[in-house]
T-cell receptor, first 109, second 110 residues
Framework: QKEVEQNSGPLSVPEGAIASLNCTYS??????FFWYRQYSGKSPELIMS????GDKEDGRFTAQLNKASQYVSLLIRDSQPSDSATYLCAVNFAYALNFGKGTSLLVTP | DVKVTQSSRYLVKRTGEKVFLECVQD?????MFWYRQDPGLGLRLIYF???????EKGDIPEGYSVSREKKERFSLILESASTNQTSMYLCASSGPYEQYFGPGTRLTVT
């Protein structure tokens, strides 16, 4: 079984701070990595994808990938209360994705 | 924008009923997926399809079947609904990489 591990949280950060979310995976052959945001009662929404080692920035979000360490992270700068959600890490496995169980983020005003 | 739609947002069925959940995508994606999501268990893959009339079992296929007669449509069938199938059901579609989800169907089996 291909594992994707995330700390369930909750991770609590004050408004304006940087939130750092982490994910490790077991399959060294994985090539594609994704972060989804899921608000309570809603479906997951794709917010970042990363395919090569290093950093990828999109607005306030930065995804970081280190294949040697089998580690993916998501940084959220200038965190807002509207960022409060569960963040799911996903790693490709053949046609499908393996998902972590998610990290709950709470941004406090 | 990718659009994945599901036939119902909320559904209540009785034990033993046959249940159909429909999913349609408008991006000509090859791959389509059915998941269920339960508190503490995360997203679990039920079935997926990589082409019309092709299907593969996911992690928890027992009690479910699927149908993909057209590229844009992927149906999940509960042959005889049971209370342990009460869950949020999520459909997704993808091209070669990114996967996009529909809004979900919250199914309650009583």
């Amino acid at each position: 079984q291909k594992e994707v591990e995330q700390n369930s949280g909750p991770l609590s950060v004050p408004e304006g701070a940087i939130a750092s979310l982490n994910c490790t995976y077991s399959d060294r052959g994985s090539q594609s990595f994704f972060w989804y945001r899921q608000y309570s009662g809603k479906s997951p929404e794709l917010i970042m994808s990363i395919y090569s080692n290093g950093d990828k920035e999109d607005g306030r979000f930065t995804a970081q990938l280190n294949k040697a360490s089998q580690y993916v992270s998501l940084l959220i700068r200038d965190s807002q209360p509207s960022d409060s959600a569960t963040y799911l890490c996903a790693v490709n496995f053949a046609y499908a994705l393996n998902f972590g169980k998610g990290t709950s983020l709470l941004v406090t005003p | 924008d990718v659009k994945v739609t599901q036939s119902s947002r909320y559904l209540v069925k009785r034990t033993g009923e046959k249940v159909f959940l429909e999913c349609v995508q408008d991006m000509d994606h090859e791959n389509m997926f059915w998941y269920r999501q339960d508190p503490g268990l995360g997203l679990r893959l039920i079935y997926f399809s990589y082409d019309v009339k092709m299907k593969e079992k996911g992690d928890i296929p027992e009690g479910y079947s699927v149908s993909r007669e057209k590229k844009e449509r992927f149906s999940l069938i509960l042959e005889s609904a049971s209370t342990n199938q009460t869950s949020m059901y999520l459909c997704a579609s993808s091209g070669p990489y990114e996967q996009y989800f529909g809004p979900g169907t919250r199914l309650t089996v009583t």
